[in-house]
């Protein structure tokens, strides 16, 4: 069974940086989606990017586009969300969790995912 460990949650304030990650203890198909949440009190778990292990079929929710970026670890099995230009909107639980099915383009929808991550704190604030 695969397991997804993460880490790099932090508190930072607006305009800053930040890098978390998600490792993976086991091997899975490449064709697999791992997609990156994130979720508020209160609000619903927003999708905010997915690709495949190796990047292929990536996807961005608008509200993040141009600022996170998915990419692959030197360590193998991990995958990073790049996070710039952080605001108050990006604070939340992030989680990372892998698609249930191969799918023909990884998708934010949170519904398609059934391994999850423990999350990792990320709060934005002046």
């Known amino acids: 069974r695969v397991n997804l460990v993460m880490s790099g949650g932090a508190s930072l304030q607006p305009g800053e940086s930040l890098t978390v990650s998600c490792a993976l203890s086991?091997?899975?198909?490449?064709?697999?989606?791992l997609g990156w949440f994130r979720q508020t009190p209160g609000k619903e778990r927003e999708g905010v990017a997915s690709a495949t292990i190796s990047g292929g079929k990536i996807v961005y929710a608008d509200s993040v586009k141009d600022r996170f970026t998915v990419s692959q670890a030197d360590a193998e099995n991990t995958v990073l969300l790049q996070m710039t230009r952080l605001t108050p909107e990006d604070t939340g639980m992030y989680y990372c969790?892998?698609?249930?099915?191969?799918?023909?383009?990884?998708?934010?929808?949170?519904?398609?995912?059934?391994?999850w991550g423990q999350g990792t704190q990320v709060t934005v604030s002046s």
């Open positions: 086991g091997r899975i198909a490449d064709g697999y989606c």
């Open positions: 969790a892998i698609s249930r099915f191969i799918l023909r383009q990884c998708v934010l929808d949170e519904s398609e995912y059934n391994l």
